[in-house]
């Protein structure tokens, strides 16, 4: 079984910044959905019809720029974007949702949005961040950095990321890291996200995605998804 990914898109300031991650994510197997969270459902049905077909045109851009026709597009309705994602991603068994950062973040940069915070508080999926901008550089993942416990997630995590992109998992977060692989707080709940003070300190100054992982998970990297086509 391959690593389910799903990006949050909606076409606004930074989103292509999470469609790069998420490319680059399934460049080490994993297989990448685009789902868009509506807050409203439309009374009159020639209005919900349009804004339907609207959220469609939309998600198509997405796929566009995520290069992989075969992507998963989910037009999802729900008042609150992360409660939506969070259902989307219990009933596709995903692993990973994807964002970008705040639009108001210094280019280069990492901020957590409300929707990533509240994923980040108790959530049973894993969370990733990407910086702003990283749709403008030309992004790979070479050095990949594991933060936290020999009892959580991130080491074997990065270490299939690493054997799957023929990365290096180095010791020090520095300007030359491409991804930054945070476990949750020892004290969580086995398979929630919970994020201590420093790994939320090292999230606002990081210059790279961030992958947060729930408490004690591993993410199978490497895998080829089913129907894969191989050359």
Same mark, same amino acid.
């Given at each position: ?16 910044? *999470?469609?790069?991650?998420? !490319? ?5 197997? @994993? ?6 969270? !509506? ?7 020639? !209005?919900?019809?349009?804004?339907? +077909? ?16 075969? #992507? ?10 992360? $409660? ?14 994807? =964002? ?5 973040? +210094? ?5 957590? @949005? ?20 990283? #749709? $403008? ?56 996200? *919970? ?10 100054? *990081? ?13 199978? =990297? ?10």
């Amino acid at each position: 079984m391959s690593v389910k990914i799903i990006v949050s898109y909606d076409g606004t300031a930074n989103e292509d910044d *999470a469609i790069t991650l998420g !490319r680059l994510l399934a460049a080490a197997g @994993g297989e990448v959905s685009l789902a868009y969270v !509506r807050h409203i459902h439309e009374p009159d049905s020639d !209005r919900e019809s349009l804004a339907e +077909a609207e959220a469609q045109e939309l998600l198509e851009r997405g796929i566009q720029l995520l290069g992989d026709p075969n #992507a998963g597009r989910y037009v999802v309705t729900d008042r609150s974007t992360p $409660e939506g994602l969070a259902a989307l991603a219990q009933r596709l068994g995903a692993d990973v949702i994807v =964002f970008c950062s705040d639009s108001h973040t +210094a280019r280069g940069h990492v901020s957590i @949005g409300n929707s990533a915070q509240r994923l980040l508080e108790g959530g049973t999926t894993a969370v990733a961040i990407a910086p702003v901008d990283l #749709a $403008e550089s030309d992004p790979a993942i070479r050095r990949i950095v594991a933060v936290g416990d020999g009892d959580g997630g991130a080491r074997k995590t990065a270490e299939a990321l690493a054997s799957a992109l023929g990365a290096t998992v180095v010791p020090v977060v520095d300007d030359q890291t491409d991804l930054l692989i945070i476990d949750s707080r020892p004290e969580a709940q086995p398979g929630r996200v *919970a994020l201590s003070a420093s790994a939320e300190h090292l999230i606002e100054i *990081a210059t790279s995605p961030v992958l947060v992982l729930p408490r004690g998970v591993v993410l199978p =990297f490497g895998r080829v998804p089913v129907g894969s086509a191989t050359a």
